[in-house]
């Protein structure tokens, strides 16, 4: 049996909730410091599980990561409440001739990784989802891709861990406690506040390298990656729009349709590093136009919202998690977990088994711990800051 630890987590995004969860369910006391839970990139979130029609090139490295998250989910979501998963499969579909010739390499590399997908012509697609444009060039089906509901998926971690008795703060926290050995051994709130922790989990996204207390040697390079998203409401006489998320290209671009159980549909995303937080007028507008090119009844939704939220991206778009190295040994009561980008649903599940085995003193294969916090530093020496 694994020792009864105090674990804090730094932010209540939804990797954050899921690190937390794990740890409860383990039987740690738990506590929770944010003073917004579930407020940022997870409040816009599409919630696509999708290892398979999300695999990009050069980022072969990541594969380990998302096919073991995807095949954890069903187990991490045992006695949660409703979250809004749907394991109906993903449809990639290309607009143009030029579009169809890029899903064609796209699913040539994912072959090549041993995934599963199916070559479709434009009319098997259309008998799978009649909604889709009779122009389309071409298609194939992730049929193990699935989908959730982050906001759903968020108010049931908060749910579960308030009733299993975790803590929830809603204060921001300031720094990480280093006692004069070097270990962490808790959490600074903005008001002065202390909390003592056996272990501290920086879970807090963009602002995680903030945090005073951090070795001074290990950088955290997290950019904020911005992202247009929509949600529109389908009237009743065009329900279903779509029962399959819908992926595709259109002239290049990337747009999603992701039904919900609610009777709506999230389209997104896209991808600037400007600088604004704010909904772009000329996203929403590419948003629009490229989805309705897959479903031209997108044009008759009603749009409810249009939200902006930034990602935190890193140099190779992979994340920070684990241990911090200093002076060639693990740095004791700190674990990161930030940096997910767009994958931070769907790796969830993987970053709390990883974080919680690495708080129980389990050994975690090699090929699940190769995304370790420090690797952009430039040196593994380290002090108090």
Do not use: W
């Amino acid at each position: 049996m694994a020792v009864r630890k105090h674990v804090a987590v730094i932010g209540a995004g939804v990797v954050g909730l899921g690190i937390a969860y794990e740890a409860l369910r383990r039987g740690h006391q738990v506590t929770v410091v944010d003073p917004s839970p579930a407020a940022g990139a997870t409040f816009a979130a599409a919630g696509m599980l999708a290892p398979v029609s999300e695999h990009y090139y050069q980022e072969e490295q990541l594969l380990a990561l998302t096919t073991e998250s995807a095949r954890l989910y069903p187990a991490f979501l045992q006695g949660l409440g409703p979250t809004g998963h749907q394991t109906n499969g993903t449809l990639v579909a290309g607009f143009d001739a030029g579009d169809r010739l890029a899903l064609e390499e796209l699913r040539r590399a994912q072959l090549a990784q041993g995934l599963q997908v199916q070559q479709l012509t434009s009319r098997e697609a259309r008998r799978l989802e009649p909604g889709l444009s009779p122009a389309l060039a071409g298609a194939f089906l992730a049929s193990g891709d699935h989908q959730i509901d982050p906001r759903a998926l968020a108010a049931a971690l908060l749910a579960a861990l308030a009733e299993g008795g975790a803590a929830l703060v809603r204060r921001r926290a300031t720094a990480v406690v280093r006692l004069p050995t070097g270990e962490v051994s808790g959490v600074v709130l903005d008001d002065g506040t202390r909390i003592a922790a056996d272990e501290t989990v920086v879970a807090n996204a963009l602002a995680a390298p903030e945090l005073d207390g951090l070795p001074e040697s290990v950088r955290l390079p997290l950019r904020p990656v911005y992202g247009d998203i929509l949600r529109l409401r389908v009237p009743p006489a065009l329900r279903p729009l779509v029962q399959l998320t819908v992926r595709g290209l259109v002239r290049g671009l990337p747009v999603y349709l992701v039904p919900r159980e609610d009777g709506t549909v999230v389209i997104g995303a896209t991808s600037r590093e400007d600088g604004s937080d704010a909904p772009s007028a000329g996203g929403v507008y590419q948003l629009l136009r490229d989805a309705q090119a897959l479903v031209p009844a997108v044009s008759e939704l009603q749009l409810e919202e249009a939200t902006c939220r930034a990602r935190p991206g890193t140099p190779d778009n992979a994340p920070l998690l684990g241990r911090i190295t200093v002076g060639g040994a693990d740095l004791p009561g700190l674990l990161v977990a930030t940096g997910f980008f767009r994958h931070g649903v769907l790796l969830t599940p993987v970053a709390a088994r990883i974080c919680a085995d690495l708080i129980d003193g389990m050994t975690v294969p090699a090929e699940l711990l190769q995304f370790r916090p420090d690797r952009f530093s430039n040196s593994m020496e380290g002090s108090q800051r």
